[in-house]
């Protein structure tokens, strides 16, 4: 695979692929826990995300940290970079709702392609209205103001199950969200496309009233 | 298929006027778990169940898909294929290439107590699919068919090959195989009641009037 540029290389993506394909190739690899948990949902069926991650590790407060308690945050989110996803681990507490409308438009305007979030969200219609594919595990009104705090940022965290570093590709869809190794990646999307057109050539044949059994033996992917 | 002959009045019905029909034949529990939900709301299934359980495996199996492959190249017109997981982790019972080969044998649906993915083909195929969760892992390595056309319980229902799966957005119902003919007879009448209500309701007469006359709801 060629790519010319990183911006062409994550379009590529999500044009001819897909989570499923790339969680069979990681498993292939011996990658089999890069999957996060299923209850991490997109707020919209059509949204997808593929970019860079960029972390946020949040730690629970019970008033706000003094001086600033947004400042990690702030920082974090004007640092974003085109096709960077801010993915934020948080501590299950359900308190902190790390991500809402504004800093949806602020990390647009940066380049951002999407955001993870392993807890709640809020201003969610407004969210699904402009379009930014914001994947969560729930959603609640509650602000982080006085509930959590941005730790650290750009350090490795753990998200649905799935440990993610820092630049780490994260590409979502309605089936779920994985997370691709650097170590692996060239290797995963090439790989991934090839089973892409196996599976393509395996449904042709299935469309054609062929038995799974037969298809299966040719092309060896399901 | 064995509900063929009854695709004209099944087409008609709702899972909750199949559950009302079951409620007053004493067979109160008989809808799976509300998490089984169909990939999108318009999605509705109904045939002779066909069933697989898959359990946890750890390791590759010596076939892969083997008996999976199996079951769907066997399923014929009309049938709903039900599989149960045993697998404390969520991985794809279900997806888009078995989808394609599911519908080509005429299957009617799959309902799932594990996952599914491929959301988008599936949805784009219009295959009804019901499902506890969405996700992109492969069951290969993570839980494998061992059995096919036995009786599981999935969503907490048990379930034997032949019995009647009626599946729609209000959840997925299903009717022990003995009781079948009575339950569709019964819920036949109560469809043409509910209709004929909906007519007096629309017309303007009052929920109670209308009740003490026809005792439908």
């Known amino acids: 695979m060629n790519w010319k540029s990183e911006e062409e290389k994550l379009a590529w993506i999500r044009e001819k692929l897909y989570t499923p394909v790339v969680s069979d190739t990681l498993d292939r690899l011996g990658f089999r826990k890069q999957a996060m948990r299923h209850d991490i949902r997109p707020l919209h069926p059509d949204f997808i995300v593929v970019g860079r991650a960029r972390t946020l590790l949040w730690m629970q407060t019970f008033e706000p940290v003094k001086p600033n308690?947004?400042?990690?945050?702030?920082?974090?989110?004007?640092?974003?970079?085109?096709?960077?996803?801010?993915?934020?681990?948080?501590?299950?507490?359900?308190?902190?709702?790390?991500?809402?409308?504004?800093?949806?438009?602020?990390?647009?305007?940066?380049?951002?392609?999407?955001?993870?979030?392993?807890a709640v969200v809020r201003d969610v219609k407004r969210i699904i209205a402009m379009g930014f594919p914001t994947f969560a595990r729930g959603i609640m009104p509650l602000d982080s103001w006085g509930r959590g705090f941005v730790a650290d940022v750009d350090v490795a965290i753990e998200c649905g199950g799935v440990e993610v570093h820092p630049g780490d590709l994260v590409f979502g869809d309605y089936d779920g969200i994985v997370v691709i190794p650097r170590a692996v990646e060239d290797e995963t999307l090439a790989e991934a496309f090839r089973k892409a057109t196996s599976e393509n050539r395996t449904r042709d044949e299935l469309l054609q009233g062929r038995l799974l059994a037969e298809v299966y033996e040719k092309y060896g992917v399901l | 298929m064995r509900y063929l002959k009854y695709d004209e009045q099944l087409s008609q019905f709702f899972s909750s006027v199949i559950m009302d029909t079951l409620?007053?034949?004493g067979r109160r529990v008989q809808c799976m778990d509300?998490?089984?939900?169909?990939?999108?709301?318009?999605m509705r299934a109904w045939g002779e169940a066909v069933t697989i359980r898959f359990d946890a495996v750890v390791e590759m199996p010596q076939l892969p898909y083997g008996l999976e492959i199996q079951a769907v190249d066997g399923l014929r017109e009309?049938?709903?294929?039900?599989?149960q997981c045993n697998s404390p982790e969520l991985s794809a019972a279900w997806g888009g290439l078995l989808s394609t080969a599911a519908r080509a044998r005429g299957a009617r649906g799959m309902v799932t107590d594990g996952g599914a993915r491929d959301y988008a083909e599936i949805v784009e195929l219009g295959f009804p699919t019901f499902c506890r969760g969405h996700t992109p892992y492969d069951s290969l390595g993570r839980m494998d068919v061992t059995e096919i056309n036995i009786a599981i319980?999935?969503?907490?229902?048990?379930?034997?090959?032949?019995?009647?799966?009626?599946?729609?957005?209000?959840?997925?119902?299903?009717?022990p195989q003995e009781l079948s003919d009575e339950v569709i007879s019964k819920a036949w009448e109560k469809v043409n009641g509910e209709s004929r209500v909906r007519d007096a309701l629309r017309s303007g007469a009052g929920v109670a009037e209308t009740f003490a006359k026809y005792r439908i709801l």
Not at chain 1, 79 to 92: E, I, K, W
Request: proline share 8%.
């Open chain 2, 153 to 175: 319980r999935c969503g907490g229902i048990d379930v034997r090959p032949g019995d009647l799966i009626f599946a729609d957005v209000d959840g997925t119902v299903v009717v």
């Open chain 2, 78 to 83: 009309g049938q709903v294929l039900v599989s």
């Open chain 1, 69 to 118: 308690p947004y400042v990690h945050e702030i920082r974090a989110v004007d640092s974003l970079r085109p096709g960077d996803v801010a993915v934020h681990s948080t501590d299950h507490s359900w308190t902190v709702a790390p991500w809402g409308e504004l800093l949806s438009t602020a990390a647009r305007m940066r380049g951002s392609t999407g955001t993870i979030v392993d």
């Open chain 2, 34 to 42: 509300p998490r089984i939900r169909p990939l999108v709301p318009s």
């Open chain 2, 23 to 25: 409620d007053s034949l």
